[in-house]
């Protein structure tokens, strides 16, 4: 390499900061909780190509966009196409349904984590077992809870979320229902105690456990963003989703 770019430095020490840190947090998760090694998915919302370059080139592989059309632009670009060729990209915003094809032909989507209706669950496994590149494998899906309460959030609500889980893996075929997520409040100040949106996640994960007989480190649960993924894996998160904490900043949204 001739030279390095100043994004792209800044971008391997955010990386690898926030690997050291995923790192500690996992050591000091209480022994009981019989959960995996978390995944870091990078959300890379808002920034240029050359960012996502970066983060692979520094060994990231799992990538998340919320937009839809952010997501479509990046997957398909040339640069990412050829310098990336082993990214998994993981759809963490809301899918509408008129999106849903344009979402399920992208190259390299790993991960759908915002299923939150039984209806758009049948759109997706519909479209998936149209579109999928590799005949009979499954889409991984999480069922989105919203644990909040906030109307303005996507998700179903955490009492519904074990009957949709089952539904998906009784019914729809061309899904796999690898696990569940939340967004959760904003700016949860930490000296209250624990999240309560992260505790309503760690009891939806037992009760679909529960529900469908599964050992609880076969249910993945992505929780946890740049302020308190460390927090989140302490609880028993599976897939941390982080992005001021790697890429910087983001510009404020037009
Ligand atoms: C933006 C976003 C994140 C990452 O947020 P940061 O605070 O920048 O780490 C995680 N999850 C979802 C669903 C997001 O939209």
Redesign the pocket.
């Known amino acids: 390499m001739i030279r390095r770019t100043m994004a792209e430095f800044d971008i391997n020490a955010g990386l690898q900061h926030v690997l050291k840190r995923i790192e500690l947090a996992l050591q000091s998760r209480p022994k009981e909780i019989n959960a995996p090694k978390p995944l870091l998915v990078a959300?890379s919302?808002t920034k240029p190509v050359e960012c996502v370059i970066a983060a692979y080139k520094a060994g990231q592989r799992h990538f998340?966009e919320?937009y839809v059309q952010e997501l479509v632009e990046k997957s398909q670009h040339p640069d990412i196409l050829a310098q990336c060729p082993d990214i998994k990209w993981h759809l963490?915003?809301h899918l509408q349904s008129n999106k849903i094809n344009h979402v399920l032909k992208l190259p390299n989507l790993h991960m759908v984590q915002t299923v939150d209706s039984e209806k758009l669950a049948n759109k997706i496994d519909a479209a998936w077992a149209k579109l999928q590149p590799t005949p009979s494998e499954p889409l991984r899906v999480l069922v989105q809870i919203n644990t909040s309460g906030e109307d303005v959030k996507s998700g179903i609500d955490a009492s519904a979320a074990p009957s949709l889980f089952k539904y998906i893996s009784a019914n729809l075929k061309h899904l796999q229902p690898v696990g569940i997520m939340t967004?959760g409040a904003y700016g949860f100040d930490y000296s209250n105690g624990p999240n309560p949106d992260f505790v309503a996640l760690m009891q939806a994960h037992r009760a679909i456990c529960e529900a469908n007989d599964m050992p609880p480190d076969a249910l993945q649960v992505s929780m946890g963003?740049?302020?308190d993924?460390d927090k989140a894996i302490e609880m028993g998160s599976t897939i941390v989703?982080?992005?001021?904490?790697i890429f910087g900043h983001?510009a404020a949204k037009a």
């Open positions: 959300v919302k998340g919320n963490i915003g967004i963003m740049s302020n993924y989703r982080v992005g001021t904490a983001r």
